[in-house]
């Protein structure tokens, strides 16, 4: 066991206090996606879900930031998550044909855009605005995929 590395605790509440949330959400997203041993390059997402105005109403709405499809955690800013409105993805998922066809949903979340934003969101978004949780992260870190991937991955995850 003397070879072994802990992971350390890298939040730094005297930055994360000068955020607002979409810029928390950049922080917590680079500092998990910097560290290669719980995450690959370009893997995992990241979300929050966020009170906002809405431009056309003034009304405060809850919004999804969830990272953009293909970007990577470690080096994303706020410009790379795209931006949907929750009650309109919640409202999907009464047609949500579930996993085997989700590629079919990403065709609408366009449909759903907050703010005119032009960020593509992550395939996994049903995942990020379904699950009754205000932060969402998955990471895809080398080591559970090739567990995963293995012949015997199953029984060893179980």
Do not use: C
């Not at 690959?40 to 997402?45: E, I």
């Not at 009304?59 to 955690?73: C, E």
């Not at 969101?121 to 559970?144: E, K, M, N, Q, R």
């Amino acid at each position: 066991m003397s070879g072994l590395k802990y992971l350390e605790d890298r939040w730094d509440d005297s930055i994360a206090s000068k955020l607002d949330e979409p810029e928390l959400l950049r922080y917590r997203s680079n500092l998990l996606g910097s560290d290669l041993r719980i995450t690959n390059f370009g893997g995992g997402n990241t979300s929050s879900k966020i009170d906002q105005v809405d431009p056309l109403t003034g009304q405060t709405v809850k919004v999804l930031w969830v990272k953009g499809s293909g970007g990577d955690l470690g080096s994303i800013k706020r410009a790379g998550f795209a931006t949907l409105y929750m009650d309109r993805l919640l409202s999907m998922e009464k047609i949500y044909p579930g996993v085997a066809r989700e590629d079919e949903m990403v065709a609408m979340y366009p449909l759903i855009t907050f703010g005119n934003n032009p960020v593509a969101a992550s395939i996994d978004t049903p995942l990020h605005g379904y699950l009754p949780f205000p932060h969402v992260d998955h990471l895809h870190p080398d080591w559970g995929i090739a567990l995963a991937a293995s012949s015997n991955g199953k029984e060893k995850m179980e």
